[in-house]
C-alpha cells in the first residue's frame, strides 16, 4: 500500500471527525451524545462526524447513508452498533470481506479484507433524514474520499435510493463519467462509470452496484434478505477482484483499517 495515501486518508478523517458545518446535525448529535438512550447509558457516546471504516487501499467500497443516532453516532465507526450493522456485517462475513460477523463497538478487532464503508453524510440526521442542504455540504468529504482511493478502487456497492442519488455526482466530481441520463437507483442494479477523459488513471473504471438498504424497514419486512444482500455483495466482490474465502485466508495481506 502507498503510505502517501494511508496517510492522507487517516487525515481526511481526523477532518471530518472535526466537522461542524451543519448547525441542526451538530446539535442533534450532541444532543443525542448527551442524553443518550436507556440503553447505553453506561456509553461514553461519539457524538461527532463519522468518518469511513477500511483500508486506504480498498477495491470494494460500500456507501450506506448516514450514521445511525445510536449506532455510529454512539461508537464512533461506521454501522457498528446497531441492526443495520448486524446485517451488513454479517454478510459482508458470510462472502469472506470481514474477519468476523459482529461489529459492535469500535474496538472490537473487526478488520474489513478489501472493503470500505463510509457515507455520504458523516453525521447523524433527526429521523434519519438529512437535508438537501446537509447532503450537499456533506459532499467534498465523499469526493476527497473517492479521490484517494481511486488508484485501486474498482467497484461500489450503494446501499439505498438516498444514497444512490448523492453519491452520483460525487463520482462525477471525482472523475468518474456519470451516464446521462443519470441511472435509476434499485437493487441489483449494475452501471459501469468509466474514468471521464483527460483524468488521471484514465481507462480505470467502477462497477456501481444498487442494493435496499440494510434499514429495519427493509430486513424485518424481507424486502432484504440476508441472501440478496449477500449476492449483491459476491457480485461487487468479484468486479473488484476481491475473492471470497481466498480474500479471508490472504487478511494478513491487507490493512485492517
Same mark, same amino acid.
Given at each position: ?5 494511508? *496517510? ?17 446535525? /451538530? ?27 477500511? %483500508? ?23 454501522? +457498528? ?14 462472502? *469472506? ?28 440526521? %433527526?429521523?434519519?433524514? %438529512? ?20 488508484? +485501486? ?24 463519467? /456519470? ?63 476481491? *475473492? ?14
Amino acid at each position: 500500500m502507498d503510505s502517501g495515501t494511508s *496517510g492522507a486518508l487517516m487525515g481526511l478523517d481526523e477532518r471530518i471527525a472535526g466537522c461542524r458545518a451543519c448547525p441542526r446535525l /451538530v446539535g442533534w448529535r450532541e444532543e443525542v451524545a448527551r442524553t443518550k438512550r436507556a440503553a447505553f447509558a453506561d456509553w461514553t457516546y461519539w457524538g461527532r462526524p463519522v468518518p469511513g471504516f477500511g %483500508p486506504a487501499d480498498a477495491r470494494l467500497l460500500i456507501v450506506g447513508l448516514a450514521p445511525a443516532a445510536h449506532g455510529g453516532n454512539r461508537t464512533g465507526r461506521m454501522f +457498528t452498533g446497531d441492526r443495520s450493522g448486524d446485517v451488513l456485517y454479517r454478510a459482508l462475513y458470510d462472502v *469472506g470481506l470481514a474477519s468476523q460477523p459482529t461489529s459492535v463497538s469500535a474496538g472490537d478487532g473487526l478488520e474489513l479484507y478489501g472493503v470500505r464503508v463510509t457515507s455520504p453524510v458523516h453525521c447523524a440526521p %433527526p429521523a434519519n433524514k %438529512p437535508t438537501p442542504g446537509e447532503r450537499d455540504a456533506c459532499r467534498p468529504w465523499l469526493v476527497r474520499e473517492l479521490g484517494l482511493l481511486r488508484p +485501486t478502487l474498482r467497484a461500489v456497492v450503494v446501499l439505498g435510493a438516498f444514497g444512490w442519488q448523492a453519491a452520483l455526482p460525487a463520482f462525477a466530481e471525482a472523475g468518474w463519467a /456519470v451516464p446521462r441520463p443519470r441511472p435509476v437507483f434499485g437493487h441489483g442494479a449494475r452501471v459501469r462509470l468509466d474514468s471521464a477523459a483527460g483524468e488521471e488513471g484514465d481507462g480505470e473504471g467502477l462497477d456501481l452496484f444498487g442494493c435496499f438498504h440494510v434499514s429495519q424497514r427493509n430486513t424485518f419486512t424481507g424486502r432484504l434478505t440476508p441472501e440478496m444482500l449477500r449476492e449483491v455483495l459476491r457480485a461487487a466482490a468479484g468486479a473488484a477482484g476481491l *475473492g471470497g474465502e481466498a480474500t479471508r485466508r490472504a487478511a494478513s495481506g491487507w490493512d485492517a483499517g
